[in-house]
């Protein structure tokens, strides 16, 4: 009688460990992190992380800088490709393109605009001035001697009589 109840003992320990181990999640499981799974009490790693139980980010930008045309920029499990101030990403997303600051309203200039490597420069016709603004373009100032010379020339254009004035 006294076998029985060992077995029967043990019997019902075999089953209650049996039912512990499929109702706790962590239970006799090794635990992955980042998106991993459990294989044969082994982590799977998701693309952007490894370690025993994928708990290391792998920095793509670390070998051959990503693939990125110009700035790479590690993420957690992944990475993003950028571009300098006067470039965009390309469709490929890793490729930058010249952005021509020109094309837009001719990049706000007045006058001429010019589009250099990563930016754009304001010009001015000859005889103008730029403004501190790097955009607005002003006329040389008008001269005494030039209104008395536009007197001259077809009486300045008037159907009136043009008379020049001391001080103006």
Not at 75 to 87: A, F, I, K, R, W
Not at 137 to 147: G, H, K, N
């Amino acid at each position: 009688m006294g076998c029985v109840r060992a077995w029967a003992w043990a019997w019902a320990w075999a089953w209650l460990l049996i039912i512990l181990v499929k109702t706790t999640p962590a239970y006799g499981r090794v635990m992955c992190f980042n998106g991993g799974y459990c294989l044969y009490n082994r982590c799977i790693c998701t693309e952007g992380f490894y370690g025993s139980r994928c708990q290391y980010d792998r920095d793509e930008c670390a070998t051959d800088n990503g693939g990125c045309e110009q700035e790479c920029r590690n993420t957690l499990g992944s990475y993003m490709c950028c571009c300098s101030q006067g470039y965009k990403l390309g469709a490929d997303k890793k490729s930058c393109h010249e952005v021509d600051e020109c094309a837009d309203h001719n990049g706000g200039c007045s006058h001429t605009c010019v589009n250099t490597a990563g930016s754009y420069e304001c010009r001015c016709l000859p005889d103008h001035r730029l403004l501190p603004d790097g955009r607005t373009c002003l006329p040389p100032p008008v001269s005494s001697s030039v209104a008395r010379v536009s007197c001259d020339v077809r009486n300045g254009g008037c159907e009136h009589h043009c008379q020049e004035q001391q001080g103006r």
